[in-house]
């Protein structure tokens, strides 16, 4: 078999069970939402909404785009097939273990109750604004229960499309990097959570050095036992690298969860570590300009989700932001609700 026709099957292949997983996880999003009724009931705060409904057929466009993007890089090339998981018993462990929260989260979330886990996690060494509990999820970033939870919420969340949205940056990174010899080549996920992306980066770059960052210990824990990579727990703000000593930094999801005056440190220290010619893959939610005819999604998203930095982030100017850190963008891309963003160091 061919080069290109062994990509063409693995992309049939790849397509066929994310389609599986992703009519699977929007089943346990519709549970999840049925069980718990968020727009129903008494409510902490009121979401009174300003743009208009989002089109179901413009929605549904939105949402194929990522799995009609991801299943062509992999039909190109760039990277394999994404491990979607097999295991119809332990996929079914997980969607229960979310039901099973979910009333707590909602509880969580109807009482406007944020910050308890400040009360049992006091140390210094993390700041109060990761001490609480975003997304209402039980346990903060703190517990193995939170940390083995975590892809599974967001795949109900986003109906299965979680880890096709975020292969955008690895899309930019792998496109980036094409025709390069990979060996000798260092990647940092920077704020790595439990390992999904991680995972990806291993599978796509498997002679590079590859290695994992997150504040959390336990997310760093399970990031190690999924992704088998080398993870580091440190803080974003001051990571534990020398100047120009990494190849490629991607981060994912990180900055709309960093209070405004934190963003520009953490930008800086990304520069700071990236060695010239170095680039940074970039990817979070899309920005209401991205996709005005979504804005509604945008505006409740946290309206239900506790995203306190979320509308700071929303007005935000990226490519400045990380201009005045020292790095220029280079390429861009979108999928559903994901934007992503290649920066280079001059």
Not at 104 to 118: G, W
Not at 306 to 330: I, K, M, Q, V, W
Request: aromatic share 10%; glycine share 4%; hydrophobic share 45%.
């Amino acid at each position: 078999m061919s080069r290109r026709a062994a990509f063409t099957l693995d992309a049939a292949v790849h397509a066929a069970a994310a389609a599986a997983k992703a009519a699977w996880w929007t089943a346990a999003g519709r549970a999840t939402r049925a069980l718990v009724r968020p727009t129903q009931g008494e409510q902490a705060e009121a979401f009174t909404p300003t743009t208009p409904p989002v089109s179901a057929r413009r929605l549904r466009a939105a949402y194929l785009s990522a799995f009609d993007k991801d299943a062509r890089d992999v039909a190109a090339g760039l990277y394999p097939a994404m491990d979607v998981g097999v295991d119809p018993m332990e996929v079914l462990r997980r969607a229960t273990d979310v039901l099973t929260d979910a009333r707590a989260v909602d509880q969580r979330r109807r009482q406007a109750r944020r910050t308890e886990v400040r009360a049992e996690v006091s140390s210094t060494a993390y700041p109060s604004y990761y001490r609480q509990n975003f997304h209402y999820q039980t346990g903060g970033w703190f517990t193995e229960d939170s940390a083995r939870r975590y892809e599974a919420q967001v795949e109900a969340l986003f109906s299965g499309a979680a880890g096709a949205m975020r292969r955008r940056a690895l899309s930019l990174l792998a496109k980036s990097w094409r025709g390069r010899d990979h060996r000798g080549l260092k990647v940092l996920d920077l704020a790595c959570g439990s390992g999904g992306f991680l995972r990806d980066l291993r599978a796509a770059f498997p002679r590079a050095r590859v290695l994992g960052l997150d504040l959390s210990p336990t997310y760093t824990a399970q990031a190690y036992r999924k992704a088998k990579a080398a993870v580091v727990q440190a803080n974003a703000e001051r990571l534990p690298f020398a100047d120009a000593s990494l190849d490629a930094v991607t981060c994912i999801y990180l900055f709309h969860e960093l209070p405004p005056r934190v963003r520009p440190v953490v930008a800086r220290e990304i520069a700071r570590v990236l060695k010239p010619g170095g680039v940074l893959a970039f990817a979070d939610s899309v920005q209401p300009p991205d996709e005005p005819d979504l804005a509604r999604l945008l505006e409740a998203f946290p309206a239900f989700f506790h995203e306190p930095y979320y509308a700071s982030y929303a007005a935000a100017d990226l490519p400045a932001l990380f201009a005045r850190a020292g790095l220029t963008l280079e390429d861009r891309d979108k999928a559903f609700l994901t934007k992503a963003l290649l920066f280079r160091k001059p």
